[in-house]
């Protein structure tokens, strides 16, 4: 049963325009969300995150979205740049899961210049 | 500070055989927590140790199994491998085992060809 779901395996994006990464998920009982970006060769690195008390979280050119009653949350990229093209996984938790997180599959991102 | 340190990066083994893959954390990060990606699954969740204690324990079955030593350290252990263990094995580690603050730092993986 896939808690978190990732349905585009890849995206491509003009570099300058917003790239909008969607993930969605079924438990009810997550109360944090995050993101990763993860390069060929090397371990995923944390991105931005999300508490359920919210609905968006900025960072830069980065922005999360949560809508807590569709289940579904986004990641904004704007502008997108060639440096971003990446693997991005989007990951929850539930509360006291210490080091226990659940990744959806990913979404390729490529930037184009 | 240096990062998480898996060892070995890449290895290759046959069925029947058994593995043991090692993770350093960051100085100081009690919490190591192990991941499992393969294409098209993401990646899932083995399990997590935190001052030497199991804490957390995903859906893999027996043959999977893991360790801590009182530095951090951590081991897993594949035994009996099957051709679908093949993957990159990730380990994070973070000084809690928190999430809230995205604190999880990953090594680079360790690459497992089951031939």
């Known amino acids: 049963d896939q808690q978190v779901k990732q349905n585009s395996p890849s995206l491509s994006v003009q570099e300058g325009r917003i790239s909008i990464l969607n993930c969605d998920y079924t438990?009810?009982?997550?109360?944090?969300f995050l993101w990763y970006k993860k390069y060929p060769a090397e371990g995923p690195t944390f991105l931005i995150s999300?508490?359920?008390?919210?609905d968006k979280n900025e960072d830069g050119r980065f922005t999360v979205f949560l809508n807590k009653s569709a289940k579904h949350l986004s990641l904004h990229i704007v502008p997108s740049q060639p440096g971003d093209s990446a693997v991005y996984f989007c990951a929850a938790t539930h509360p006291n899961q210490g080091g226990k997180l659940i990744f959806g599959q990913g979404t390729e991102l490529s930037v184009k210049p | 500070k240096a990062g998480v340190t898996q060892t070995p990066r890449y290895l290759i083994k046959t069925r029947g055989q058994q593995v043991t893959l090692s993770c350093s954390p960051i100085?100081?990060?009690?919490?190591v927590s192990w991941y499992q990606q393969t294409p098209g699954q993401g990646l899932q969740f083995l399990f997590e140790?935190?001052?030497?204690?199991?804490?957390n324990k995903g859906n893999f079955p027996g043959r999977f199994s893991g360790r801590q030593f009182s530095n951090s350290r951590s081991e897993m252990n594949v035994s009996t491998l099957e051709l679908g263990d093949s993957a990159l094995y990730l380990c994070?580690?973070?000084?809690?085992?928190?999430?809230?603050?995205?604190?999880?730092?990953f090594g680079e993986g360790s690459r497992l060809t089951v031939l």
């Open positions: 438990n009810s009982m997550f109360d944090y």
């Open positions: 994070a580690s973070s000084s809690s085992g928190g999430i809230n603050t995205g604190e999880l730092f």
């Open positions: 100085s100081g990060h009690r919490s």
């Open positions: 999300i508490s359920s008390i919210k």
């Open positions: 140790y935190f001052s030497e204690t199991q804490r």
